[in-house]
């Protein structure tokens, strides 16, 4: 088989960056055609930055990377530099790019690339808030037919929130793009929470990457040595949680996760629940399946391969 093409719209983070790296590193499965930035994590001028510095860590100066949208469709910008640090990739002490930002839109890079190829070809792999895939669609619903799927990190149901009680910090952030998206017909795999809480760099793990001893290996070790103490202080868990590398995961071995295909609505107008993914698990209403939502993972499967992965950069 060929490999599947993908754009890759993120907001890096520590786990975008992880997860940027394993599609690099895995050509023969993954064709990154482009790398699309959007607010989120950090403000669009960090991620866009970050990007760029992933891409060189991975010796790919070759990607083009677009700056996208700077703020929700509809809401001011809320960010994470709490769980990620000033800069969004705070722990290995990268060097700033030099490869160019590209001049194009991010958003006009979606339209243009998705219109230019033929339909059901494009899988488009959101690691952040969904912003840029719906204004894309928005401004050019003609390209809808043309994506072969979205396979995207956000949202939970037995898990809930972990921005508020009910929300994950993706869905959050931009709530009436997720509605689009999930509104879009596109078939649509996620990784919510409940997958990615299971995915835990745990001190073995992370000493499996240092091991590696290439600089992409070591830089993924600092980084979630600089995460982790966050989400073990607020989880109580023996580690981090390695949220968007589940996406990139799922493009190389599908056989890694067990989910349902069920019906997916994101909250848009409660000021109690706003951005949750009102996940039908149960079936208990007669809404249309509109997204295979995941609920486990094999998490040494996914570990081995993602170690495995990056002794490749």
Known sequence: MSPRKIIID????????V???LALASPDEIEVLGITAVAGNVPLPLTAKNARIVCELAGRTDIPVFAGCDAPLARKLVTAEHVHGKTGLDGPNLPDPTMPLQEMHGVDYIIDTLRSAPANSVTLCPLGPLTNIAKAFNDAPDIIEKVQEIVLM???YFEVGNIT????FNIYVDPEAADIVFKSGVPITVMPLDVTHKAL???PRNDAFRAIGNTAGIAVAQMTDFFERFDKEKYGSNGAPLHDPCVTAYLIRPDLFTGRHINVEIETGSDLTLGMTVADWWGVTDRPANATFMGDIDADGFFALLTERLARL
């Not at 993120?10 to 960056?17: I, K, L």
């Open 10 to 17: 993120t907001d890096p983070g520590q786990d975008d960056a």
């Open 19 to 21: 997860a940027i790296l």
């Open 154 to 156: 956000g949202g939970a």
């Open 165 to 168: 009680p009910t929300a994950e």
């Open 201 to 203: 760099v745990t001190q």
